[in-house]
């Protein structure tokens, strides 16, 4: 008998949630005709994650001079390429229906989340990015500034299982580290300080959670577990699990 | 007579105002020939605001997988078949020439308030949210944040007399309520503090007005007339009429 | 023989300038066969700097009402009647490439810098709003607050030299003043506190820095070569070179 839940980073966990967005996208298009194109050209006319996946990301990220048919092929061309994307992507599915009480189900993650999806446009340009592919990486990058207001830096390193709520006006400079589940929430700044050159951006560890607005400015660490406070302003490193950044919030009851 | 300023929430209301934007859109096709078959497309070819605003919000919001004639029959649908859909945003309308110094006609904010017509496109996806339409208002709610980098949780119940003030990067969170005549300003965040689930975000009294970047978690009651502070973190009641969250301006002056 | 850098704001700086975008472009197209159309699009068949801006630039703003061809027009009408809107785009790229580590090349910034191409909206809606052509000044401006989220009121009068890194939020108020060579992050607020009318809005001298999500409200002065700190609200003067608005970082450490 198949497991009520396959084990993690398997190919049976891509393709036990791709079955569910698919059961999820036939319910919703039943119950919702103005929604059944919609669902069929994002979801159900294709015959896997990295297909649906790809094909939305293109629609959202095209542009009059950089065409969907280009951005669709490099996105597939990754996704199968690197099974390391697309476990990341599932992760960061998992990661938004168990830590989102607003996530209602998988294809909503998928349709509508603009931090699940910079995501995974940005894992693609980091890949870019390690070839040596630049321009692209850039270009792309670019598109995802514009369309969700999200601004990942190429070479930003970003782990799985990552939640980026609600997700406009994140900024993450070019020498920051994500660790894994992490989760960060919109306004939150991984910047410099604009005093160094060379690795000069923040290291987030496993399991962060960073308050929205919070800005985070040079290269410092923020040990794993630690939560960081909405609107607080933090220049030094974080111990692992500490409460940090807390105080504006108190101050300000 | 026709009174020079007719009774609120009255359908005479509704129809001076449309004259009103209708004699703007005239004088500036006239002065400005370059806007002359925009203005033609978005206020003078339709014979009321529910159709104009209707168009208007489908070109902004449509996609090349949601369709802006799908948009269109669904704002038109809601706006004519509730009357309270159309006094509200007829009373946006009037707060921002009221509250906003910058806005110099009903013409301006309907065409190029993003604020205005985020609003006007959450109240038709909150509408869908009681409707059990709760996929199609999730779409909508996307497209929203995608477009205009508004993110109001289509659950979320907002009174008239809203304005959204510059409105890049405001959000309002699933359980939040917003009442009558406030005024919040871009970056405002009513949100969770990530530690409740159920009924978990502010609630905001009528005629209360919310600083740039102020953050507000929590199931806390801010109370009618209220101020609080640009770049504040409020996490608890704050009492009608008192000016919150104002110590962080005061520390940093 | 040519000098390695041409003097400042003469028409030699621009196609020098220029130049250097057209040879990066080669090499990218030569690099990046997937991205050799786009390039010939946007940079390698213009003859000028004007026209590769302009061409860019209304392919980014324009709307299924508001075309590309008006645009283009405009944008070329206005970058060739005014050699000191030309001036002022050379020299915000030399800004870029800089002040910024993250800035690779002239193209990149001129492709991919949302806040290079707002600003250069912003000083044709300027230049509009100065000839008493309010209307289009401020479709422009709408355009630009929804594709970029950046919110520069058409009356606000910005120098050049000018940085806006990330660019995310940024929002200034219609009678802030702007001095030269000055940068400013994102999420950064010049805006007004509510109470005033008129002449309202943050005046910023030659050479400021203000650091990510600052909020600056009312008139005040920011003196030349201050610093003011990210996450800081200031509500009054900051004397010249000094470091303002940095206790909350300081506080937060």
Chains 1, 2, 3 share one sequence.
Do not use: M
């Not at 994002?42 to 280009?70: E, G, Q, W």
């Not at 999806?117 to 500034?145: D, F, K, M, T, Y």
């Not at 006006?169 to 920051?176: C, D, F, M, P, R």
């Amino acid at each position: 008998a198949v497991p009520a839940y396959p084990p993690p980073e398997s190919e049976e966990e891509e393709s036990w949630v791709w079955s569910q967005i698919k059961a999820e996208a036939r319910r919703d298009a039943e119950s919702e005709p103005a929604l059944a194109s919609y669902l069929y050209a994002t979801v159900l006319s294709h015959p896997s994650l990295p297909r649906s996946l790809s094909f939305h990301l293109a629609n959202k990220l095209c542009s009059s001079t950089l065409l969907s048919t280009l951005l669709y092929d490099l996105f597939l061309a990754s996704f199968s390429a690197n099974p390391s994307l697309r476990s990341a992507a599932v992760a960061d599915l998992l990661a938004a229906r168990q830590r989102d009480p607003a996530c209602a189900s998988f294809s909503h993650c998928l349709l509508n989340y603009k931090g699940f999806l910079a995501i995974q446009a940005h894992r693609v340009a980091h890949l870019l990015w390690l070839q040596h592919r630049g321009p692209l990486a850039l270009a792309l990058h670019s598109r995802v500034a514009d369309v969700f207001a999200v601004d990942i830096h190429p070479a930003a390193r970003v782990g799985k299982g990552i939640l980026l709520d609600h997700a406009t006006g994140l900024v993450i400079g070019e020498t920051a580290v994500v660790g894994n589940n992490v989760s960060l929430l919109h306004h939150v700044t991984l910047g410099g300080t604009g005093k160094a050159v060379g690795d000069r951006h923040p290291k987030i560890g496993d399991g962060v959670l960073i308050g929205a607005g919070a800005t985070i400015l040079g290269n410092v660490r923020i040990g794993a577990g630690a939560k960081i406070g909405a609107g607080s302003v933090v220049l030094t490193d974080v111990p692992p699990r500490l409460v940090g950044g807390k105080e504006k919030p108190a101050r300000h009851e």
